[in-house]
């Protein structure tokens, strides 16, 4: 309807000039139409469209009611935390991957390109997964911290690799004592499969894993780790594989992997400091998680 009115006001005007009408009265009919053609446009800037922004509202919706607001506070903290337990897990597998790294090294053992490859896939998986989680349809009284730098975090991350790395040393311990170290170590040899390095990469991998599970949040900020059903089938997939590796159930895939076949009473060793670890980090996080894993309203004065 503006516009329309804009339009027979333009050709009013255009019609005024044309008009033979005495000169006095084409002068006042042109202000006339000037002084509406000024309102209409005022009137234009003042008025807000539908998608528009302002510093008041930083986005519009189509519905009256404050549900979409709701949505947004949703959506945020899923992303919020979702990136906060990113950083946890990047810590925790950057600091496991630099100690088993370093107890390869110093023995002159390495892994071979099928194990990294198989590595990488797997984590690779697990990160796109837990990226994709989404928020949950009810919204949460408690609030998540705004940063990293928070007790929880830090603690939680500390005390995580304490336990994984007594979990590491004390198995690639054992690897020395069934298998001693060489005399000459030779840092440029090409890749042998043994018993070190079959350990350490079953470790690693198990332990990186772990940290995907354990510092997955979960409720009430996003789905949990069964509602994310593509997260809970590749971690039990990875979880499977690695026990099947370890107790040599299928010697050919040991094979094509470059694993030696474990001792038999290692077996049980190996299986229950990764089980153990996994107990002790969960209850670790739980604990931290329960006593200082939201935040808190600040005061106002």
């Known amino acids: 309807k503006r516009q329309q009115a804009k339009a027979e006001i333009l050709q009013q005007f255009e019609q005024a000039k044309r008009s033979n ?10 202000r006339e139409l000037e002084d509406k053609l000024k309102q ?10 539908l998608g528009d922004a302002s510093i008041a509202s930083p986005f519009t919706s ?24 990113m950083f946890k897990i990047l810590a925790l597998n950057a600091l496991i991957i630099a100690y088993c790294q370093s107890a390869l090294y110093l023995d002159g053992v390495k892994f071979s390109d ?33 940063n990293i730098f928070n007790t929880y975090t830090i603690l939680t991350v500390l005390l995580q690799f304490a336990v994984h790395f007594y979990t590491l040393f004390t198995l690639v311990s054992r690897c020395h004592e069934l298998s001693p170290r060489k005399e ?61 590796m370890t107790l040599g159930i299928f010697p050919q895939l040991n094979h094509d992997f470059s694993l030696v076949e474990l ?8 299986l229950q400091g990764l089980v153990l670890d996994t107990v002790a980090t969960f209850l670790v996080d739980k604990i931290l998680l329960y006593i200082c894993g939201d935040a808190k309203l600040k005061k106002i004065d």
Do not use: W
């Open 114 to 146: 099928g194990q990294a490859t198989l590595q990488g896939l797997l984590l690779a998986g697990c990160f796109l997964f837990i990226s994709r989680s989404k928020p949950l349809d009810k919204l949460s009284q408690s609030r998540p911290h705004a």
């Open 62 to 85: 189509k519905f009256s009611s404050v549900k979409c607001v709701c949505n947004i506070i949703r959506q945020g903290r899923c992303t919020l935390v979702t990136t906060l337990q």
């Open 263 to 270: 001792p038999e009473d290692f077996r049980l060793e190996v």
């Open 184 to 244: 000459s170590v030779d840092l440029e040899a090409e890749f042998e499969p043994n018993l070190l390095n079959s350990v350490v990469y079953i470790l690693s991998v198990m332990l990186q894993l772990n940290t995907f599970v354990i510092n997955y949040r979960g409720h009430p900020y996003m789905e949990s780790l069964t509602e994310n059903k593509p997260l809970c089938y590749s971690a039990l997939g990875t979880t499977a594989i690695m026990i099947s």
């Open 40 to 49: 209409l446009q005022l009137e234009e800037d003042t008025l807000v469209k």
């Open 21 to 30: 009408d005495p000169r006095q009265r084409i002068i006042n009919k042109q």
